[in-house]
């Protein structure tokens, strides 16, 4: 054949027939490592050249662009055993082929065609289901990944921070709905995901894994959304079940302890208080709530009853602005919320339990310009019974009496 000449298919299809069966003069030899080094050089040295790349790369594809090409690829193959199935890559060639994959997937150029020469084709395993067996090894390298490499998890929680979710905003069609339903219809679930005595949530114990904002867009989110048990009352043994275990965990005096720490930090807060305070009117002012607690209540004994000594009220001592029940100092009318015994005791300690105007023994107090509201010291005076009484007619004359006639 001349120089540069090529062959025509039915010659190409008369030599593969003639060969078939030949076994070529290399069949079960193996090259030395010498030859074998020889030929890597050579292979390097070929695929440095861009242009000898290039022409390689135009042919490859033009080859597989070929239905038929690919036919007889895939029936050479079948039945054929790699060379190299069952032997792992050492580290040093896996760390290899990580570094090229991350170059390769750093430059935008190659991300760019490979992007467009996925245009338009249809994935090869497109509507074709997972078997169990290979979703069972999917999640059991996944686990062994994650265990043996905490780096990974880090780096997966970072990626996705600040990314909202591909479908996020896009309504579910009708169509999808349905088919979920369909799905979902008397399906049982497997033991497996369900909850288990003893599991350990992921994120117990552990704080500020949520950010302010993403509480505050969780809480939003859940706004007018009635709770999935609402209107489901519990059954009997459920509510024995956590009676028992509500004992077990308070019968801890160290749980205790810090219950009551939590509790008394969390309530130490006025505008929770008064969120609770105002929940709570708004259930009683309900009449049907209120008749519903009745005759739940009805033959109940409480649990205090003919019990001494008990553990004092957290709210015990809780008096003024720091109550729940605070509104102002209503209740202290016409008087101010200044106006309190230790005040007038403190008056007839000063005045010796004396009446200023008879010297007598005197115990009410009276505001010398008749205004309750004042409560200052230089206002206030110790009376008796008697004196008190007439002071009520002339008030002028007793402002001006009490101005003359006390050193306050």
């Not at 390097?44 to 080859?63: F, G, H, Q, Y």
């Not at 048990?229 to 019968?251: A, D, F, H, L, V």
């Not at 130490?268 to 607690?293: G, M, T, V």
């Amino acid at each position: 054949m001349k120089k540069g000449s090529k062959m025509t298919d039915e010659q190409r299809k008369r030599m593969s027939e003639a060969h078939k069966g030949i076994n070529t003069g290399m069949s079960g030899k193996k090259h030395s490592p010498e030859s074998i080094l020889k030929m890597r050089e050579s292979h390097k040295r070929t695929l440095v050249n861009p242009e000898l790349r290039k022409k390689i790369s135009e042919a490859t594809k033009r080859a597989m662009a070929n239905p038929e090409v690919r036919r007889k690829l895939s029936e050479a193959g079948k039945g054929h055993i790699p060379w190299n199935k069952g032997i792992p890559h050492s580290e040093k060639h896996k760390q290899k082929l990580r570094e090229a994959r991350r170059k390769l997937l750093l430059n935008p150029e190659f991300l760019r065609k490979l992007s467009e020469s996925h245009k338009g084709q249809r994935a090869w395993n497109k509507g074709i289901s997972p078997s169990k067996g290979t979703i069972e090894k999917q999640k059991a390298t996944y686990k062994q990944t994650l265990s043996l490499h905490p780096e990974i998890r880090i780096k997966m929680s970072l990626a996705k921070k600040g990314k909202p979710s591909w479908n996020k905003g896009i309504p579910m069609r009708e169509e999808t709905r349905k088919k979920l339903r369909e799905v979902r219809k008397g399906k049982q679930y497997s033991p497996k995901t369900e909850f288990k005595k003893g599991h350990i949530p992921w994120h117990k114990g552990k704080k500020g894994i949520y950010s302010q904002e993403q509480l505050k867009r969780m809480s939003e989110a859940r706004k007018g959304t009635p709770a999935w048990n609402k209107g489901i009352s519990p059954t009997k043994e459920q509510i024995e079940k956590q009676r028992t275990s509500m004992k077990k965990i308070t019968s801890n005096p160290q749980i205790r302890k810090v219950m009551s720490e939590k509790f008394k930090k969390a309530w130490s807060d006025p505008e929770l208080r008064n969120k609770q305070s105002e929940r709570i009117k708004k259930y009683f002012s309900n009449p049907e709530a209120r008749k519903r607690l009745s005759e739940a209540l009805k033959g109940h004994t409480t649990w205090n009853l003919g019990k001494k000594g008990l553990q004092v009220a957290w709210n015990k001592g809780v008096t003024g602005e720091k109550s729940t029940s605070w509104k102002g100092g209503l209740s202290f009318e016409p008087y101010s919320p200044d106006w309190t015994k230790e005040l007038k005791n403190l008056i007839r300690e000063r005045d010796s339990y004396a009446c200023q105007i008879c010297f007598k023994k005197g115990y009410p107090i009276h505001h010398i310009d008749y205004n309750k509201k004042n409560c200052n010291p230089e206002n206030l005076v110790t009376l008796c019974k008697n004196c008190h009484t007439k002071t009520n007619w002339n008030r002028a004359k007793w402002t001006k009496f009490f101005r003359d006639n006390t050193n306050l």
